[in-house]
């Protein structure tokens, strides 16, 4: 799809502009590998339309669709990269745009490590599943807060802890809210294992 006309340009986020620009890059430059240029892209258009279109190279550049050429000390080369060639919808392009804004240090330490990289890879199944086996290795046993075990027990019943369970597959939206969730979950568990802890020191 080619970008939009120039009043409607300015009218949209980098966000909502970026899977147009990609799709325009694709068209213009549609091998694999092949360095494009923001200057070539922009070298007619007026500052302000000019500037917008900018604004969503950075970022394409930020999801990781884009990357600067490393075979070229022009810091002006760019290729689209393996992510960028892969999206081939606006959805994955908005994908991978989330996926840049998710914060790895936003979660809890026990997810930053191979459920956060399941995550990034797509295996979104693999990583809610894992997600829900680390939260129930922490919640077992305990019973001094019974409301949280609840929780969690309505949890897993909603999420599925196989893929049996499910009609459908995860998308990336929903396995990030779910991780956000389990996110949740476990420093619940864990606020309530120190206070417990404190209780019983007293």
């Excluded at 279109?53 to 394409?60: H, I, Q, R, S, T």
């Excluded at 809610?128 to 019973?143: F, P």
Aim: negative net charge.
């Amino acid at each position: 799809m080619p970008l939009p006309d120039l009043s409607t340009i300015q009218q949209l986020s980098p966000e909502e502009l970026a899977p147009q620009l990609l799709a325009t890059l694709k068209e213009k430059w549609p091998r694999p590998g092949e360095r494009i240029s923001l200057g070539y892209i922009v070298s007619n258009l007026d500052r302000a339309v000019a500037r917008c279109v900018a604004e969503a190279w950075g970022a394409l550049e930020t999801g990781g669709l884009i990357a600067m050429d490393p075979e070229d000390n022009n810091v002006y080369w760019y290729f689209i990269t393996r992510r960028g060639e892969a999206a081939n919808t606006d959805a994955e392009v908005n994908v991978a745009l989330a996926m840049a804004s998710t914060r790895r240090d936003a979660w809890h330490p026990a997810l930053r490590t191979t459920v956060y990289t399941k995550y990034v890879r797509g295996d979104y199944d693999g990583a809610v599943l894992e997600a829900l086996a680390l939260l129930e290795v922490d919640v077992k046993g305990m019973t001094a807060q019974q409301a949280l075990v609840d929780l969690f027990a309505g949890a897993v019943s909603s999420s599925g802890k196989s893929s049996s369970v499910r009609l459908v597959p995860y998308d990336a939206d929903t396995c990030r809210e779910v991780l956000g969730f389990a996110s949740f979950l476990l420093r619940l568990v864990e606020a309530n294992k120190t206070h417990g802890a404190l209780d019983s020191g007293k």
